[in-house]
């Protein structure tokens, strides 16, 4: 019944940009922290950015600068604006929701980046 659904993923140029969505339902989303992961073949998963509810930012370093993590409460939706692309940044991007014990996903979208 909870989900997390992502969209806006694909395959872009290295400089390019993408806005990443992830729409909540069935949950109280105000109250919760919402996080983007990514993971690339053969690495580990990696947190790229975190936003509280009182919309506290941070983001991974490599990251900081190129790709920017906001909510709109009243959409139920958090997003991941991505500038500057480059091929390190392709990976599947997970949307991750979390109030205390509670621990929600999405499905996951792929993001390529090549020429």
């Known amino acids: 019944q909870v989900q997390l659904v992502e969209s806006g993923g694909g395959l872009v140029q290295p400089g390019g940009s993408l806005r990443l969505s992830c729409a909540t339902s069935?949950?109280?989303?105000?109250?919760?922290?919402m996080y983007w992961y990514r993971q690339a073949p053969g690495n580990q998963r990696e947190l790229v950015a975190h936003?509280?509810?009182?919309?506290?930012?941070n983001y991974v370093d490599s990251v900081k600068g190129r790709f920017t993590i906001s909510r709109d409460n009243a959409k139920n939706t958090v997003y991941l604006q991505m500038n500057s692309l480059k091929p390190e940044d392709t990976a599947v991007y997970y949307c991750?929701?979390?109030?205390?014990?509670?621990?929600?996903w999405g499905q996951g979208t792929q993001v390529t980046v090549s020429s």
């Open positions: 069935k949950i109280t989303f105000s109250m919760y922290a």
């Open positions: 991750n929701a979390k109030l205390g014990a509670i621990d929600y």
């Open positions: 936003i509280t509810s009182a919309r506290v930012t």
